[in-house]
């Protein structure tokens, strides 16, 4: 069941939590939980608890979820209760503090989360935004709200019906980029500022054209940028599939001659003319070998599974294939 999760960064207007409520639930969104953002001198918690039973009851729905633990303010001891988001510091603190609920509410299917970046200060809609853009999926969203003149004076925590057209919720686009992150790298990363790091590293990894060259006399991989040394059966392997486009693992006797041919041609072992022991064990070890070698050098790419030898069941028959080969 999805659960409709309202975050939002409020500052001393609280009314932008039951506006969005409200708007929200004419749409037919009902919000089962809230969650601001705020600081120590907002009046946000006593209006809601004041305000969120009345919308409740005018909407004809079960109250949201609201409490102590869904205000966020600052975690850490030195940093308690910030009285204004006016500093650097204090900015750069807020938006750490944004990115972890993000990625808290977002890190579960079921949630559904509506973020309003309508209060607070801009520092604070921006940090918001950017989190969004970070963590926010598909059916996540982001809104801005906006009152007419008139019903922003009267300071009403929602309209009535005949006030509705004076209060307008705005969707606003975002670019989702949590698709180009992975969830282990992003629990890694220790604040927002390496997170954006991590974020702008992808996205220059996914604007480098996928390239792989096979070098024969010094035996590298060039993929993009960098260089992979192999071992004399490994670089043959690779190249062996290279050629051949598709190689059946489980037809060995038929591959074995052509392969050793292959291998002949990269050691010194020339005089050597027995056939070593190759078969089905023999090009799985090949294979994990020299993928774990292209992904530990290329594992920020976003071609990476391109130059990787890629396995494909077909009934009992295994085949191996590399990618960026078979465009």
């Not at 969104?29 to 006593?46: A, D, F, K």
């Not at 954006?196 to 006399?217: C, G, M």
């Not at 052509?258 to 050597?272: A, E, G, L, P, V």
């Amino acid at each position: 069941m999805k659960k409709h999760i309202l975050v939002a960064a409020v500052g001393m207007s609280p009314q932008v939590v039951t506006e969005t409520i409200f708007t929200l639930a004419k749409r037919g969104i009902v919000i089962h939980e809230v969650y601001v953002l705020t600081t120590s001198q907002s009046p946000v918690e006593n209006f809601l608890k004041e305000n969120l039973p009345v919308l409740a009851q005018y909407l004809n729905i079960k109250k949201p979820k609201f409490s102590k633990p869904n205000i966020r303010i600052y975690e850490e001891p030195e940093q308690m209760l910030s009285d204004d988001i006016n500093s650097r510091t204090r900015s750069s603190e807020f938006t750490n503090l944004a990115c972890v609920l993000l990625k808290e509410l977002t890190s579960k299917k079921e949630n559904v989360i509506h973020c309003s970046i309508a209060g607070g200060r801009k520092t604070m809609s921006v940090a918001m935004a950017v989190g969004m853009m970070l963590f926010g999926r598909k059916q996540d969203t982001l809104s801005h709200i906006i009152a007419s003149k008139q019903f922003e004076t009267s300071r009403r925590a929602f309209p009535k019906a005949e006030e509705e057209d004076q209060v307008i919720l705005f969707d606003v686009p975002y670019i989702r980029l949590h698709t180009l992150i992975s969830r282990i790298a992003i629990d890694k990363v220790k604040n927002f500022s390496e997170l954006v790091e991590l974020a702008q590293k992808v996205l220059d990894q996914r604007s480098q054209k996928a390239f792989l060259q096979l070098h024969e006399k010094e035996l590298p991989l060039r993929i993009e940028t960098s260089i992979i040394k192999l071992q004399p059966m490994q670089f043959a392997f690779y190249s062996f599939i290279k050629d051949e486009k598709e190689i059946s693992v489980n037809k060995s006797e038929e591959n074995t001659k052509k392969f050793y041919n292959r291998y002949q041609r990269f050691t010194s072992r020339r005089s050597d003319t027995s056939t070593p022991k190759i078969g089905v064990e023999t090009f799985r070890k090949l294979r994990s070998e020299i993928n774990k070698e292209i992904e530990k050098t290329m594992k920020d790419s976003a071609n990476l599974e391109k130059y990787l030898i890629k396995s494909t069941k077909e009934g009992m028959n295994v085949k191996y294939s590399i990618p960026y080969f078979n465009k």
